[in-house]
C-alpha cells in the first residue's frame, strides 16, 4: 500500500512559481511511475506530468512544457512539481498519483493541494 502526501500549494500572482511535493510512505516509488494531475472547477481532471522513478524519464503535457519540471529526490522518496510563469489557468486541484510501471491506471492518489493563480 503507497500513501501520498501532497504539499506546497498556495496562491500566486500570473508569472509566479510555486513547487509541490508528492512524497511516499509505506513504500520507495521504486517500480512505480509518478505523476501530477490537475483538476479545476467544472473540468475533467486532466493529466499534467509524469516520471518513471527508475529510469527518471519525464513526461509532460503540452499546456505545460517550459514552464514546469518534474524531479525526484531518492533519499527522501519524494517527487517534485516545479511550476514557473504561472497562468491564472493553471488554477486547480492538484495531485499526485503513482501507478506501477506495467500497471494501466494509476492506482494511488494523494489527497490534493490547491493552486490558485490570478492575473
Known amino acids: 500500500q503507497v500513501q501520498l502526501v501532497e504539499s506546497g500549494g498556495g496562491s500566486v500572482q500570473s508569472g509566479g512559481s510555486l513547487r509541490l511535493s508528492c512524497a511516499a510512505s509505506g513504500r520507495t516509488f521504486s517500480g512505480y511511475i509518478v505523476g501530477w494531475f490537475r483538476q479545476a472547477p467544472e473540468k475533467e481532471r486532466e493529466f499534467v506530468a509524469s516520471i518513471n522513478w527508475n529510469s527518471g524519464n519525464p513526461t509532460y503535457a503540452d499546456s505545460v512544457k517550459g514552464r514546469f519540471t518534474i524531479s525526484k529526490d531518492n533519499a527522501k522518496n519524494t517527487v517534485y512539481l516545479q511550476m514557473n510563469s504561472l497562468k491564472p489557468e493553471d488554477t486547480a486541484v492538484y495531485y499526485c498519483?503513482?501507478?506501477?510501471?506495467?500497471?494501466?491506471?494509476?492506482?494511488?492518489w494523494g489527497q490534493g493541494t490547491q493552486v490558485t493563480v490570478s492575473s
Open positions: 498519483a503513482a501507478k506501477a510501471v506495467y500497471a494501466a491506471r494509476y492506482n494511488y
